[in-house]
Nanobody, 116 residues
Framework: QVQLVESGGGLVQAGGSLRLNCAASRSIFSGEVMGWYRQAPGKQRELVATILSGGRASYVDSVRGRFTIARDNALNTVLEMNSLKPEDTAVYYC???????????WGQGTQVTVSS
Protein backbone atom coordinates (compact mmCIF):
# COMPACT_ATOMS: atom_id res chain seq x y z
CA GLN A 1 0.00 0.00 0.00
CA VAL A 2 1.28 3.45 -0.96
CA GLN A 3 0.08 6.70 0.61
CA LEU A 4 0.04 9.86 -1.46
CA VAL A 5 -0.60 13.27 0.09
CA GLU A 6 -1.10 16.38 -2.04
CA SER A 7 -0.54 19.92 -0.79
CA GLY A 8 -0.05 23.42 -2.13
CA GLY A 9 -3.45 24.23 -3.57
CA GLY A 10 -5.22 27.50 -2.98
CA LEU A 11 -6.82 30.58 -4.48
CA VAL A 12 -4.84 32.61 -6.99
CA GLN A 13 -5.62 35.30 -9.55
CA ALA A 14 -5.38 34.59 -13.25
CA GLY A 15 -1.79 34.86 -14.41
CA GLY A 16 -0.47 33.75 -11.04
CA SER A 17 1.45 30.67 -9.99
CA LEU A 18 1.09 27.76 -7.59
CA ARG A 19 3.35 24.85 -6.66
CA LEU A 20 1.66 21.56 -5.83
CA ASN A 21 3.48 18.82 -3.98
CA CYS A 22 2.75 15.09 -3.85
CA ALA A 23 4.44 13.31 -0.96
CA ALA A 24 4.66 9.55 -1.40
CA SER A 25 5.33 6.94 1.28
CA ARG A 26 7.96 5.34 -0.92
CA SER A 27 10.02 6.25 -3.97
CA ILE A 28 8.96 5.53 -7.54
CA PHE A 29 10.15 2.17 -8.81
CA SER A 30 11.38 1.45 -12.30
CA GLY A 31 8.37 0.79 -14.53
CA GLU A 32 6.12 3.15 -12.59
CA VAL A 33 4.77 6.56 -13.47
CA MET A 34 3.66 9.41 -11.24
CA GLY A 35 0.92 11.58 -12.64
CA TRP A 36 -1.06 14.67 -11.81
CA TYR A 37 -4.74 14.65 -12.72
CA ARG A 38 -7.49 17.19 -12.20
CA GLN A 39 -11.25 17.20 -11.99
CA ALA A 40 -13.34 20.31 -12.45
CA PRO A 41 -16.95 20.48 -11.24
CA GLY A 42 -19.24 18.57 -13.55
CA LYS A 43 -16.36 17.21 -15.62
CA GLN A 44 -14.44 13.96 -15.82
CA ARG A 45 -11.04 13.58 -14.26
CA GLU A 46 -8.33 14.37 -16.80
CA LEU A 47 -4.64 13.69 -16.98
CA VAL A 48 -2.48 16.81 -16.66
CA ALA A 49 1.12 15.61 -16.56
CA THR A 50 3.18 12.48 -15.95
CA ILE A 51 6.75 11.68 -15.06
CA LEU A 52 8.45 8.32 -15.37
CA SER A 53 10.90 6.91 -12.85
CA GLY A 54 13.71 7.93 -15.19
CA GLY A 55 12.51 11.53 -15.28
CA ARG A 56 10.82 11.72 -18.69
CA ALA A 57 7.81 14.06 -18.50
CA SER A 58 4.74 14.54 -20.65
CA TYR A 59 1.88 17.05 -20.60
CA VAL A 60 -1.63 17.53 -21.90
CA ASP A 61 -1.72 20.20 -24.61
CA SER A 62 -3.70 22.68 -22.51
CA VAL A 63 -0.92 23.02 -19.90
CA ARG A 64 2.23 22.44 -21.96
CA GLY A 65 4.57 25.40 -21.59
CA ARG A 66 2.80 26.60 -18.42
CA PHE A 67 3.10 23.60 -16.06
CA THR A 68 6.20 21.63 -15.11
CA ILE A 69 6.24 18.25 -13.37
CA ALA A 70 9.45 17.28 -11.59
CA ARG A 71 10.87 14.96 -8.98
CA ASP A 72 11.82 17.18 -6.04
CA ASN A 73 13.44 14.25 -4.28
CA ALA A 74 12.92 10.50 -4.04
CA LEU A 75 9.55 10.89 -2.32
CA ASN A 76 8.17 14.22 -3.57
CA THR A 77 6.80 15.08 -6.99
CA VAL A 78 5.93 18.68 -7.68
CA LEU A 79 3.74 20.40 -10.23
CA GLU A 80 4.81 23.98 -10.91
CA MET A 81 1.87 25.86 -12.40
CA ASN A 82 2.46 29.25 -14.03
CA SER A 83 0.26 31.62 -16.05
CA LEU A 84 -2.79 30.08 -14.43
CA LYS A 85 -6.18 30.50 -16.08
CA PRO A 86 -9.69 30.26 -14.65
CA GLU A 87 -10.14 27.03 -16.61
CA ASP A 88 -7.35 25.47 -14.54
CA THR A 89 -9.70 25.53 -11.55
CA ALA A 90 -10.14 21.96 -10.32
CA VAL A 91 -9.25 19.47 -7.62
CA TYR A 92 -5.77 18.18 -8.42
CA TYR A 93 -4.83 14.60 -7.60
CA CYS A 94 -1.57 12.68 -7.83
CA UNK A 95 -1.50 9.06 -8.90
CA UNK A 96 1.18 6.38 -8.82
CA UNK A 97 0.77 3.35 -11.07
CA UNK A 98 2.54 0.82 -13.19
CA UNK A 99 3.16 2.18 -16.68
CA UNK A 100 0.77 -0.30 -18.30
CA UNK A 101 -1.87 -0.16 -15.57
CA UNK A 102 -5.06 1.91 -15.47
CA UNK A 103 -5.42 1.96 -11.70
CA UNK A 104 -2.76 2.52 -9.02
CA UNK A 105 -2.79 4.70 -5.92
CA TRP A 106 -4.51 8.07 -5.45
CA GLY A 107 -4.13 10.95 -3.06
CA GLN A 108 -7.03 12.84 -1.50
CA GLY A 109 -6.69 15.85 -3.80
CA THR A 110 -5.97 19.54 -3.35
CA GLN A 111 -8.23 22.36 -4.54
CA VAL A 112 -6.90 24.94 -7.00
CA THR A 113 -9.09 27.94 -7.70
CA VAL A 114 -8.09 30.58 -10.25
CA SER A 115 -10.10 33.79 -10.20
CA SER A 116 -10.54 35.99 -13.26
Amino acid sequence: QVQLVESGGGLVQAGGSLRLNCAASRSIFSGEVMGWYRQAPGKQRELVATILSGGRASYVDSVRGRFTIARDNALNTVLEMNSLKPEDTAVYYCNLRQVFSDSGYWGQGTQVTVSS
